[in-house]
């Protein structure tokens, strides 16, 4: 079988499936209708986001047997329409899970006890004990929107405190020792602390708007390690504004590019863009919950496990 690999990965990606017989070619430059006109040459094809993969690239596939997308989520393809093509979709949440879920605790623990306000004034020659007084996690209830692979590395790790754990999921039956699984009701009831673990769907796309917001008994803290456009970033800095969100930790944002890698086509920022890097109460990161050292090697393993169960 011959594979086109269309990003930058581990290198063991392209040794193991050499090892296994297959004939790997690399091109991580030619534009997408470049790659359309040699595509019917692959038997599969290994991508992160570098472009979405349509309609009209899946048909120029006229050999395709199977899609591997080097990440968590599948939501750059249209994989309806490639599984009525017989397409094996091949993605790897397996193999950053455990990245995102010490990434969401550092986010919520940096949050907690101001250690990013702390170290920039410290650094400008201020010492403010008082003003940076933290706030502890025992006692508080996490709240998870999602408990598949992230979701369940999260609270894992929340096992250490004396917190409860709750999550709501589409799926019945998927809470464990770990979480408790409530409706959506009971979450905004009791949580204190909410984190999103939540594929890009139709029905998580602005899924945190104003109303949703509102419906939460507590005043909360945000966590957002899953996809940027869930949430709704105009509402959130209102949400902010008026303390009913009492901090937030975004390592995706609503603006970025589908690709992930870039943030804004040009140079004009949106006000609430504005807002959030401004404040104090807000913790952001580039899109990189899930990028480790560790977690390059394991993404890219699991990609290779998951061809090798199916075609060898």
């Given at each position: ?39 019917h040459l692959y038997d599969g094809f290994i991508i992160r986001s570098r472009f979405s ?66 170290d920039k004034e410290v650094r400008d020659g201020k010492w403010l004990r008082e003003e ?5 996690l025992d006692g508080k209830t996490v709240g998870l929107i999602g408990y598949g692979n ?163």
């Amino acid at each position: 079988m011959r594979v086109l690999h269309l990003d930058t990965n581990h290198p063991l990606l392209l040794n193991q499936l050499t090892d296994l017989g297959f004939i790997n070619d690399e091109d991580y430059t030619s534009s997408k209708s470049e790659i359309e006109n040699k595509i019917h040459l692959y038997d599969g094809f290994i991508i992160r986001s570098r472009f979405s993969i349509d309609k009209r690239f899946i048909d120029k596939a006229t050999n395709l047997k199977f899609i591997g997308r080097v990440g968590a989520g599948l939501e750059n393809i249209d994989c309806e329409y490639a599984a009525s093509k017989n397409i094996a979709l091949i993605a790897a949440p397996e193999g950053n899970r455990n990245a995102v879920g010490e990434h969401s605790l550092a986010m919520l623990l940096s949050m907690f006890n101001k250690l990013n306000k702390a170290d920039k004034e410290v650094r400008d020659g201020k010492w403010l004990r008082e003003e940076n007084r933290g706030i502890e996690l025992d006692g508080k209830t996490v709240g998870l929107i999602g408990y598949g692979n992230m979701g369940k590395s999260f609270a894992k790790k929340l096992r250490g405190f004396d917190v409860d754990v709750l999550c709501y999921d589409i799926k019945p039956n998927v809470g464990d020792k770990n979480c408790k699984q409530v409706s959506l009701k009971e979450l905004q009831e009791k949580t204190d602390v909410l984190s999103l673990h939540t594929p890009q769907t139709k029905l998580t796309k602005n899924m945190i708007n104003a109303h949703f917001i509102n419906n939460f008994k507590n005043n909360f803290w945000l966590i957002n390690t899953a996809r940027g456009s869930s949430v709704i970033t105009n509402d959130l800095v209102d949400g902010l504004k008026s303390g009913k969100i009492l901090g937030a930790g975004l390592d995706v944002l609503e603006y970025e590019k589908s690709s992930f890698e870039n943030l804004f086509s040009d140079s004009k920022m949106p006000d609430a863009f504005q807002y959030l890097i401004k404040s104090n109460q807000v913790i952001l990161s580039p899109h990189v919950a899930g990028w480790t050292v560790e977690s390059k090697e394991k993404l890219a393993q699991t990609i290779v496990d998951k061809i090798k169960a199916k075609f060898c």
